[in-house]
């Protein structure tokens, strides 16, 4: 069974830096490309970005790349994302989940807020 | 960007009536490879989104044959036949032809 479980999330104060952690199981993790889909309270998907196989390809959103790091650790079986200069318009629910041109499989979501 | 425009915002339908969702987006879908990478989510109360159709019309393992998507280019719909309880929730399309990937803003299903 293939499973995705996100962690690291909760409250941050705004400026600040968190970062996520997806736990993967029941595939071959390495075989896969990996993402971050994001959704804002009440609000619809936003896709974060993706990274490849081996980590020499990622790719983010425009408005994000400059605060967000997509990494991968094939070895643990875990997918990453560093969020750095947090603002309140960063409070969403952060889900990982498998990339195949589509997103095939979804983590349960991690909530991040963002408040002082 | 890639605009993926999804109408109607929300729809009511009886217990095993039929439904379709439209899906447009700004620019075709079609890939370099041939392929057209369009596919529909739904995303249950109080549950991650799950995929339901990729490429158009293919469903994905485990769904029912009530679902069914068609379209090309930049126009797609997703039909559910039949509908259960258990439909009720938001249906999202996406593209994944083109970065950055985008997603529809959503249709909510409510059961009359």
């Known amino acids: 069974e293939v499973k995705l479980v996100e962690s690291g999330g909760g409250l941050v104060q705004p400026g600040r830096s968190l970062k996520l952690s997806c736990a993967a199981s029941?595939?071959?993790?390495?075989?896969?490309?990996m993402g971050w889909v994001r959704q804002a309270p009440g609000k619809g998907l936003e896709w974060i970005g993706e990274?490849?196989?081996?980590?020499?390809?990622?790719n983010y959103t425009p408005s994000l790349k400059d605060k967000f790091t997509i990494s991968r650790d094939n070895a643990q079986n875990t997918l990453y994302l560093q969020m750095s200069k947090l603002g309140s318009e960063d409070t969403a629910i952060y889900y990982c989940?498998?990339?195949?041109?589509?997103?095939?499989?979804w983590g349960q979501g991690v909530m991040v807020t963002v408040s002082s | 960007d890639v605009v993926m425009t999804q109408t109607p915002v929300s729809l009511s339908v009886s217990l095993g009536g039929q439904v379709s969702i439209s899906c447009r987006s700004s620019?075709?879908?079609?890939?370099?490879?041939?392929?057209?990478?369009l596919s529909w989510y739904l995303q249950k109360p109080g549950q991650s989104p799950q995929l339901l159709i990729y490429?158009?019309?293919n469903r994905f393992s485990g769904i029912s044959d009530r679902f069914s998507g068609s379209g090309s280019g930049t126009d797609f719909t997703l039909k559910i036949s039949r509908v259960e309880p258990d439909d009720l929730g938001v249906y999202y399309c996406?593209?994944?032809?083109?970065?950055?990937?985008?997603f529809g803003s959503g249709t909510k299903l409510e059961i009359k």
């Open positions: 990274i490849n196989q081996d980590s020499s390809t990622i």
């Open positions: 989940a498998r990339a195949n041109w589509d997103f095939d499989y």
């Open positions: 029941g595939f071959s993790f390495n075989d896969y490309w």
């Open positions: 620019q075709s879908l079609v890939h370099n490879n041939g392929n057209t990478y």
């Open positions: 996406g593209q994944g032809t083109q970065y950055p990937l985008t």
């Open positions: 490429k158009v019309s």
